[in-house]
């Protein structure tokens, strides 16, 4: 189609068809570009990396080019940022939902049991929240069979990349404002991303709002970069600083309610009939968050266990854990079922079982510590959204950018961090 330009652009690029000359071409502005503009990471294999500002700094990985991806997806996907902000605000408020659902998962998972401890503790004392400042990210597929988005998982915790996902989609779009036109790519059809801004915005409005309350305090708002893993927690002193945090008056980010209000044993509760409607009162919000729902399922649910042993490539099993590289596939998927099965005991609490998604394939180039690969590649759509809440008086809202990554079909697991993928930008169609 036309442009105003008057590029003629595509709906999607034909990797196979681009002159291997332009790609390393755009492979060297592009590994410059991350130069200049610190879409940058600390190398792992220099020893002073990290250590030495300046020192081992390695581009991070991306994509050389955009994903292509429908309009009308990413916009539903935009438009259901602050619909979960608010249903992980209302499940947060619910602590007798949060023990009770999480409450076979506590005798068999000692990480999760910990947090809710923390979490009674606070109910016990009656602590309220009176600031809620959330900074999440919920992640999609678009299922190739059905065409449908579903949802993946909501992260409640260090929703990490909003800096570097904004610097891939400025890099895509240089890209695409020098050799678009060769490419037959209209650099307008890659949206901006501002997240990073609108997660820094929220985190100063709360700062503002704590101190226009309180006043003379040090500590305003506490944000958790790490904190989701058991491995955070070497020794009891890291689990006693995690205590006094919650405590404090301090602004959590998040709170030990949104933390849980985001494992994967509450995103199974909430698929569940009926349970929405105890935290959303819009009808058509309601409807719009249960219609991108994948499959979920608990490990007491006989019926779809069994379907899982006998096709365990259509399922996938996830413990209450983030980060990446936690969650069981293929046969795996069969031999721990048998096993649960078999043992008899409470450990399938550990676990929820989800559909798996197949999104589309396609050619990507991919590149990592300065190499550009060509593989078959699939793509996850993070949507980032920011929440403030003083008592009763919602501040924000949003829908605050977005995170793609794009990682080789063949790998199950889609971490950046954990090397499994690559960062990526939306190209609209």
Not at 33 to 42: D, E, M, P
Not at 247 to 274: M, R
Not at 281 to 306: H, Q
């Amino acid at each position: 189609m036309e442009t105003r330009q008057g590029i003629a652009t595509k709906e999607a690029l034909d990797l196979q068809s681009v002159d291997q000359d332009l790609v390393q071409k755009m492979v060297y502005d592009a590994l410059v570009w991350s130069s200049l503009h610190g879409l940058v990471v600390g190398d792992r294999s220099v020893q002073r990396s990290g250590k030495v500002p300046g020192v081992g700094l390695v581009h991070a990985p991306f994509a050389l080019l955009p994903v292509s991806f429908p309009e009308s997806h990413f916009r539903e996907a935009c438009e259901l940022a602050p619909i979960f902000n608010e249903l992980v605000d209302r499940v947060s408020l619910d602590g007798k939902f949060l023990q009770e659902s999480l409450s076979r998962t506590k005798k068999v998972d000692p990480f999760t049991s910990r947090l809710l401890d923390i979490h009674s503790k606070m109910l016990e004392l009656n602590k309220k929240e009176d600031i809620r400042l959330g900074l999440h990210r919920s992640d999609y597929m678009l299922d190739e069979q059905t065409k449908s988005l579903l949802q993946i998982e909501v992260n409640t915790i260090s929703s990490s990349f909003s800096g570097l996902s904004c610097l891939v989609s400025e890099l895509h779009r240089s890209l695409l404002i020098h050799y678009g036109e060769r490419l037959g790519l209209d650099s307008k059809k890659v949206p901006g991303n501002s997240a990073v801004i609108q997660f820094a915005e929220a985190m100063a409005k709360a700062w503002t709002e704590y101190n226009n309350a309180r006043g003379g305090q040090v500590i305003a708002v506490v944000y958790f970069r790490a904190g989701y893993a058991p491995t955070d927690y070497p020794s009891e002193s890291e689990w006693r600083a995690r205590l006094l945090m919650e405590q404090s008056s301090a602004v959590k980010c998040p709170s030990i309610s949104y933390h849980l209000a985001g494992t994967k044993k509450i995103q199974q509760e909430l698929a569940k009939p009926n349970v929405l409607e105890r935290f959303l009162d819009n009808k058509e919000d309601i409807a719009k968050v249960r219609k991108c729902f994948a499959g979920l399922w608990s490990l007491d649910d006989s019926e779809n266990v069994s379907k899982a042993i006998e096709n365990p490539e259509l399922y996938v099993m996830k413990p209450q854990r983030e980060g990446g590289g936690n969650n069981i596939y293929g046969e795996d998927v069969k031999e721990t079922l048998l096993r649960l099965k078999k043992d008899g005991t409470d450990e399938d609490a550990a676990y929820i079982l989800m559909q798996r998604i197949f999104p589309s394939v396609s050619l990507t180039f991919l590149m990592r510590d300065g190499i550009c690969h060509k593989d078959h590649a699939i793509s996850e759509l993070g949507i980032y959204g920011a929440y403030l809440r003083i008592k009763e008086k919602v501040i924000m809202n949003e829908q605050s950018g977005y995170l793609m990554r794009t990682k080789v079909a063949s790998s199950n697991e889609g971490g950046v961090a954990a090397g499994f993928a690559v960062l990526d930008s939306l190209y609209l169609t």
